[in-house]
């Protein structure tokens, strides 16, 4: 005798199969059907780039659907997906979708743990730490020309407004500063020249680097200000999950038979 719950099970499944195939798809164009769960997957899409689900919204996107199939009959038609360069194309498109949804698989089931963000955030202290310079320079192409801004300076010559001869146009305007940054920041003959002077000192002899010829001013040295965890969480977890994507990636490398 059957139960109550399978009587329950059939009648449900008598309904569903008696759903009519408009109530499955969205439309039907040349006998071909674009499946209601289509127009649900980009609904989805543009909902996640800040767009609200709306009738019109639908409407649009049902209208679209159909103007991409009766486009895609037509190139069917043509034989254009038959085409070697055609084909090569899909091919590639399809790698790119299910390598991108492998990749969001595999990070969702080895996700980043806090722990390895926060050790991660201390070790990025650890290299930071140090001073920051504020400096300003004069660029010129030629040693004399340097020299004679020196001789300037040395007669109360006011900097920036030599600096706005400097062949630098970033910082020419700006009276030659350069804001804070590390000593790393700038390449070795310039930081080596600027970490030697004290606050408010300029150098007394051209700093020659592939640019031309510096006449360089130290501001101020202070302590290296490091952005807090919060604040470059996100930047840590994007790092991280990549370091976790190229080890898997190699791993499958690892396994791989490549002829």
Same mark, same amino acid.
């Given at each position: 005798?059957?139960?109550?719950?399978?009587?329950?099970?059939?009648? /449900? /499944?008598?309904?569903?199969?008696?759903?009519?195939?408009?109530?499955?798809?969205?439309?039907?164009?040349?006998?071909?059907?674009?499946?209601?769960?289509?127009?649900?997957?980009?609904?989805?899409?543009?909902?996640?780039?800040?767009?609200?689900?709306?009738?019109?919204?639908?409407?649009?996107?049902? #209208?679209?659907?159909?103007?991409?199939?009766?486009?895609?009959?037509?190139?069917?038609?043509?034989? &254009?997906?038959?085409?070697?360069?055609?084909?090569? $194309?899909?091919?590639?498109?399809?790698?790119? &979708?299910?390598?991108?949804?492998?990749?969001?698989?595999? /990070?969702?089931?080895?996700?980043?743990?806090?722990?390895?963000?926060?050790?991660?955030?201390?070790?990025?202290?650890? $290299?930071?730490?140090?001073?920051?310079?504020?400096?300003?320079?004069?660029?010129?192409?030629?040693?004399?020309?340097?020299?004679?801004? &020196?001789?300037?300076?040395?007669? *109360?010559?006011?900097?920036?407004?030599?600096?706005?001869?400097?062949?630098?146009?970033?910082?020419?305007?700006?009276?030659? #500063?350069?804001?804070?940054?590390?000593?790393?920041?700038?390449?070795?003959?310039?930081?080596?020249?600027?970490? *030697?002077?004290? *606050?408010?000192?300029?150098?007394?002899?051209?700093?020659?680097?592939?640019?031309?010829?510096?006449? &360089?001013? /130290?501001?101020?040295?202070?302590?290296?200000?490091?952005?807090?965890?919060?604040?470059?969480?996100?930047?840590?977890?994007?790092?991280?999950? $990549?370091?976790?994507?190229?080890?898997?990636?190699? #791993?499958?490398?690892?396994?791989?038979?490549?002829?």
């Amino acid at each position: 005798m059957m139960n109550l719950k399978s009587a329950g099970l059939l009648m /449900l /499944l008598a309904a569903s199969a008696a759903l009519p195939a408009s109530a499955q798809n969205v439309a039907v164009v040349n006998g071909k059907s674009i499946p209601t769960t289509r127009v649900d997957a980009m609904v989805k899409q543009m909902v996640q780039q800040g767009q609200k689900d709306s009738p019109e919204m639908r409407s649009m996107i049902k #209208d679209e659907l159909i103007n991409r199939e009766i486009l895609a009959q037509e190139a069917d038609r043509q034989g &254009i997906a038959n085409r070697p360069e055609i084909k090569n $194309q899909i091919d590639l498109a399809r790698q790119s &979708i299910v390598i991108r949804a492998l990749a969001q698989e595999f /990070l969702a089931k080895n996700p980043v743990k806090d722990e390895d963000m926060k050790a991660e955030y201390e070790k990025f202290k650890a $290299q930071s730490a140090g001073k920051e310079y504020h400096a300003r320079h004069i660029l010129v192409e030629k040693e004399d020309e340097a020299k004679a801004i &020196i001789e300037k300076l040395k007669g *109360g010559a006011k900097f920036d407004e030599l600096a706005k001869a400097s062949k630098d146009p970033g910082s020419a305007n700006q009276g030659g #500063d350069l804001g804070w940054a590390p000593a790393d920041a700038f390449v070795k003959p310039f930081s080596d020249a600027m970490v *030697g002077l004290k *606050g408010g000192e300029f150098t007394k002899a051209p700093v020659q680097t592939q640019f031309g010829f510096h006449v &360089i001013k /130290l501001e101020e040295v202070r302590d290296a200000k490091l952005p807090g965890f919060d604040e470059v969480k996100g930047q840590i977890a994007e790092s991280l999950q $990549q370091q976790k994507l190229q080890t898997f990636q190699q #791993d499958l490398r690892k396994k791989a038979k490549i002829q």
